[in-house]
């Protein structure tokens, strides 16, 4: 028992009931003073996980390169706001804006806005990038309007979900709530869930329905038919499908997700056609999911690789090599296929760079 943020929970489960996952979810990463990404930087190899842009510069740099692209198409507006949902120690956003300087317009027009609950890693970014004036923003909602290029790398797969179970034909809330002897556990609400939703067919017996909560895609989506511009996301998750997924890390070890909540890092694999559905659904259009090794591919890996290699010796020529092979690859342990990128764009705009060979989701 590590204390203080389970104890919370538990008195408020006594007072007012077991709670939905969401708000369980939201409570172990997000609470104000004891949440996950609140009381930590949780990256890299003494922390609890690695992420793409803290594998290799490769990563924001091509990112970078695509924003760049995006803006072109756009027609290039000035001032736009370039945003980032979930900014992490900000390592992406400052190798993109580099390799972005290819093109100095783009980085004079661009606003930097960043959309982070951590103080904590507020503080990493403005060491990252504050040469780059960011603002930080609670919610994209807070955001002045205007045009825009997001990029939400791993964000989406922190929004909570709620899960429901099909259990003699019906659906039923899954709940955390309190066993006898006091330890949390997973229940299920008595009630049926009052709607059938079977967006993946019949579901089976004992099926999980996992559903992202609205607001950060809501905001996403609805904002880029509003004002225009285009959202890049990209995580590990399916393009549609029953399943439990909620997992927690913790020191890149697998860990039971009701264990000491606040201690390790909570997610879920991101839906990708429910996003595109609620994009969709908003006015906005969405391309993809393909994945990450494909998408770096399109947008240069292998030449960058290249170039990153020329005049280092073999074993930071292997290391380059190795980066690549985890991000791109197709293997157990490489991100390649199980990550994977979408964009969600303003309906007047064509097919996003590295999502032009006609891969709309239907
Ligand atoms: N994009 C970074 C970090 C991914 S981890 C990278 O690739 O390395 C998730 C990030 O999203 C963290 O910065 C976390 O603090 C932030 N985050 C998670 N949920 C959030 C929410 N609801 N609102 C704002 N920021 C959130």
Do not use: C
């Not at 990404?37 to 609890?48: E, K």
């Not at 317009?105 to 990252?128: D, I, K």
């Not at 909570?160 to 179970?165: N, T």
């Amino acid at each position: 028992m590590s204390g203080r943020l389970e104890d919370e929970i538990k008195a408020l489960i006594a007072a007012e009931g077991p709670m939905p996952v969401s708000r369980f979810m939201a409570l172990a990463l997000g609470h104000p003073r004891l949440g996950y990404y609140v009381t930590r930087d949780p990256f890299g190899a003494g922390g609890d996980f690695v992420t793409a842009p803290e594998i290799s510069q490769m990563f924001g740099e091509l990112v970078g390169l695509w924003a760049v692209a995006q803006w072109q198409a756009m027609g290039a507006p000035a001032p736009f706001a370039l945003v980032e949902l979930g900014p992490g120690r900000g390592t992406l956003m400052a190798d993109a804006l580099r390799a972005a300087r290819l093109v100095p317009e783009f980085g004079a027009a661009a606003r930097l806005h960043l959309v982070e609950m951590s103080p904590t890693l507020r503080a990493a970014q403005g060491r990252a990038l504050g040469a780059a004036a960011p603002q930080w923003h609670d919610r994209l909602e807070d955001v002045p309007p205007g045009p825009m290029i997001a990029i939400a790398n791993e964000f989406f797969d922190a929004i909570p979900i709620d899960q429901f179970v099909f259990r003699d034909g019906r659906w039923r809330a899954r709940r955390v709530g309190l066993k006898a002897d006091g330890a949390l556990a997973f229940g299920l609400d008595p009630l049926p869930h009052g709607a059938e939703p079977a967006p993946y067919g019949p579901p089976a017996e004992g099926a999980v329905l996992e559903r992202m909560v609205e607001g950060p895609a809501l905001a996403l989506a609805g904002r880029i038919a509003g004002q225009g511009g285009a959202a890049l996301v990209v995580d590990y998750g399916h393009a549609g499908g029953y399943g439990d997924t909620l997992q927690a890390v913790r020191a890149h070890r697998w860990v039971d997700p009701l264990a000491d909540p606040g201690e390790a890092d909570l997610t879920a694999h991101v839906d990708f056609a429910a996003l595109a559905r609620r994009a969709r659904a908003s006015g906005a259009r969405a391309f993809g999911p393909i994945g990450q090794g494909e998408f770096l591919a399109r947008l240069g890996l292998a030449q960058r690789a290249t170039r990153l290699k020329a005049g280092k010796d073999a074993a930071a020529q292997a290391a380059v090599d190795a980066a690549a092979l985890r991000l791109a690859g197709h293997g157990e342990g490489q991100m390649g296929a199980l990550f994977k990128a979408m964009v969600i764009a303003h309906g007047g705009l064509g097919a996003p760079v590295a999502f032009d060979t006609g891969e709309e989701v239907v």
